[in-house]
C-alpha cells in the first residue's frame, strides 16, 4: 500500500527542564508559544531530580514535584510529564537528558526550552559543548531579565560554541515558584497563578507550608 505523506519524519520535541517546585503557568504558557512558533510535535516538561545550581533546602520531594508535573499538563494534549530525571541518581546534568532523548527518539530535533534566566547562567553547565551538539536551545524572555545581556549572551555562546539558539518572545508572566512558595508561607492567595488543580494538590498535602 501506498505510504501516505507525512510532514516530515523528523520528529521536533520540546523539552521544557525546571525544577517546578511548584509548576505554575509562566512555565506552560512559555512552553506553549514555543510549541505554537516552531510547531513542536510535543513538549516534556521534566522536572529535576538534584540540581546543581539549587540550594537544596526549600526543594520538596521529587515525586510531588512530578506529581504536580502530571497534573498541570494533562489539559494539553501536546504536553507531557516525563520522570527521566527524577529518575537517575545523582546530580541533574541536562547533558545526560538530552543524550538519553536521542536515544529515545533517534529521528528527532530537540528544542531545549530555557527561561532567559538559565541562559545567563549556562556557562557553569557540565559539558555546555555537548549539549549544543544534541539541542537546539530555545531562549525565551522572562520578566526583570534585561534583553540586552540575553542578546549578548546568545550571540558569545554561537560564536564560542557554533550553538543553535532561538530567542522567542512570549507574553510576560511575572510568576515565580520562589514567590509561590513565599505566598502560601504567608497564606496569601495564589489563584490564577498556576492551574486550579495544582493548587489543590498543593493545599491537599500541606507542602510549602
Ligand atoms: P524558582 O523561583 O524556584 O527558581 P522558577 O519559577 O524560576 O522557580 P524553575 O523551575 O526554576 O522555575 O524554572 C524552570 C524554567 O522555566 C527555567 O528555564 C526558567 O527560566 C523558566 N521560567 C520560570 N518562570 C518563568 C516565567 N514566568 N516566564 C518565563 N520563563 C519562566
Ligand atoms: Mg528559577
Same mark, same amino acid.
Given at each position: 500500500s501506498k505510504k501516505l505523506y507525512t510532514r516530515s519524519s523528523l520528529k521536533k520535541i520540546g523539552v521544557m527542564g525546571g525544577?517546578?517546585? #511548584?509548576? !505554575?503557568y509562566g512555565h506552560l504558557a512559555t512552553a506553549e508559544a514555543v510549541r505554537n512558533k516552531y510547531d513542536l510535535d510535543k513538549i516534556i516538561f521534566m522536572p529535576s531530580g538534584? #540540581?546543581? !545550581?539549587?540550594?537544596?533546602?526549600?526543594?520538596?520531594d521529587k515525586k510531588h514535584r512530578y506529581n504536580m508535573t502530571m497534573i498541570a499538563t494533562?489539559?494539553?494534549?501536546y504536553f507531557e510529564a516525563s520522570d527521566i530525571e527524577i529518575k537517575r541518581e545523582g546530580m541533574t546534568y541536562t547533558v545526560d537528558t538530552l543524550e538519553e532523548l536521542k536515544r529515545i527518539y533517534k529521528n528527532s530535533q530537540i528544542f531545549f526550552i530555557t527561561g532567559a534566566d538559565a541562559l545567563c547562567d549556562i556557562?557553569?553547565?557540565?559539558?555546555l559543548e555537548k549539549n549544543f551538539e544534541l539541542a537546539t536551545f530555545v531562549g525565551a524572555t522572562r520578566p526583570g531579565i534585561e534583553c540586552d545581556e540575553v542578546n549578548q549572551k546568545i550571540n558569545q555562546l554561537k560564536q564560542k560554541y557554533d550553538a543553535n539558539i532561538l530567542n522567542i518572545y512570549v507574553?510576560?508572566?511575572?510568576?515565580s515558584s520562589t514567590d509561590l512558595r513565599n505566598r502560601i508561607k504567608k497564606i496569601e492567595s495564589i489563584k490564577y497563578l498556576l492551574p486550579e488543580n495544582v493548587e489543590k494538590y498543593i493545599y491537599k498535602n500541606n507542602l510549602y507550608r
Open positions: 525544577t517546578f517546585n #511548584p509548576i !505554575h538534584t #540540581p546543581p !545550581h539549587k540550594s537544596k533546602k526549600e526543594i520538596i494533562m489539559s494539553n494534549t556557562d557553569s553547565w557540565k559539558y507574553p510576560s508572566l511575572d510568576i
